[in-house]
T-cell receptor, first 109, second 115 residues
Framework: GQNIDQPTEMTATEGAIVQINCTYQTSGFNGLFWYQQHAGEAPTFLSYNVLDGLEEKGRFSSFLSRSKGYSYLLLKELQMKDSASYLCAVMDSNYQLIWGAGTKLIIKP | TAGITQAPTSQILAAGRSMTLRCTQDMRHNAMYWYRQDLGLGLRLIHYSNTAGTTGKGEVPDGYSVSRANTDDFPLTLASAVPSQTSVYFC??????????????FGPGTRLTVL
C-alpha cells in the first residue's frame, strides 16, 4: 500500500529552527508537496520538490531524497504565526496526491 | 481574485437527507477535487475531475456523487447522509497542463455534521 509518515506533533521555541520529517512509500513518484494548515482553515501551498536537493523560499526550505523516500521541511526564525499543521503529500504514478496525517507544530514564546 | 469558493460554510444535516456541497473556481483550472478531512487522518480523495465532462472515483467515493458540467463548478452530492459522513470537506483545483506542477489550491471548506 501507499504510506506517508510524519510526526504527529512537534514543539519549538519562537526564533528557533525546526525540521519536520516526512517519509513515503508510494506507487510511483511525481513530486512532493508541503502545505501549511492553520486550525479551522484550508491547506495552503508551501513548496514543491521533484528533484533531489534543497529548495529555499524565504524562512522555509524543503529537502528531497528520492532514493531514501524522504523529505523534510525546515522552518527558520520561527514566529508565533507559524503555529499550524504541516502536511506532506506525494503525487503518485496516477498523478493523485497521497497525504500524510500532518504534523501539528506548537510554537512557544 | 476569489480563487475557490465553497458553500455552505457549515451545515447540520439529519441522517437520510440529501445535500449538495457547492464548489466554484475562477482560475480556469482544468482539474478539480473533493477531499474529506477527519481528525488524525490525512486528506482523503472522494472524487476528482481532470476536465469538464469527466469524473473519477478517489479513495472513498461510496455515498457521494459529483458532476462537472463546466470548468468552474464541481458540486458534491450526498444522496442519503449517514453520521460517518460527518467531516470537513475541501474542494481543490489544479492546472494540470504539460508544464504544470499540478499544485492543488484549496477552497475554505464546508464543515458538515450528520445527526
Amino acid at each position: 500500500g501507499q504510506n506517508i509518515d510524519q510526526p504527529t506533533e512537534m514543539t519549538a521555541t519562537e526564533g528557533a529552527i525546526v525540521q519536520i520529517n516526512c517519509t513515503y512509500q508510494t506507487s510511483g513518484f511525481n513530486g512532493l508537496f508541503w502545505y501549511q494548515q492553520h486550525a479551522g482553515e484550508a491547506p495552503t501551498f508551501l513548496s514543491y520538490n521533484v528533484l533531489d536537493g534543497l529548495e529555499e523560499k524565504g524562512r522555509f526550505s524543503s529537502f528531497l531524497s528520492r532514493s531514501k523516500g524522504y523529505s523534510y521541511l525546515l522552518l527558520k526564525e520561527l514566529q508565533m504565526k507559524d503555529s499550524a499543521s504541516y502536511l506532506c503529500a506525494v503525487m503518485d504514478s496516477n498523478y493523485q496526491l497521497i497525504w500524510g496525517a500532518g504534523t501539528k507544530l506548537i510554537i512557544k514564546p | 481574485t476569489a480563487g475557490i469558493t465553497q458553500a455552505p460554510t457549515s451545515q447540520i444535516l439529519a441522517a437520510g437527507r440529501s445535500m449538495t456541497l457547492r464548489c466554484t473556481q475562477d482560475m480556469r483550472h482544468n482539474a478539480m477535487y473533493w477531499y474529506r478531512q477527519d481528525l488524525g487522518l490525512g486528506l482523503r480523495l472522494i472524487h476528482y475531475s481532470n476536465t469538464a465532462g469527466t469524473t473519477g472515483k478517489g479513495e472513498v467515493p461510496d455515498g457521494y456523487s459529483v458532476s462537472r458540467a463546466n470548468t468552474d463548478d464541481f458540486p458534491l452530492t450526498l444522496a442519503s447522509a449517514v453520521p460517518s459522513q460527518t467531516s470537513v470537506y475541501f474542494c481543490a483545483s489544479s492546472d494540470s497542463g504539460t508544464y504544470s506542477t499540478d499544485t492543488q489550491y484549496f477552497g475554505p471548506g464546508t464543515r458538515l455534521t450528520v445527526l
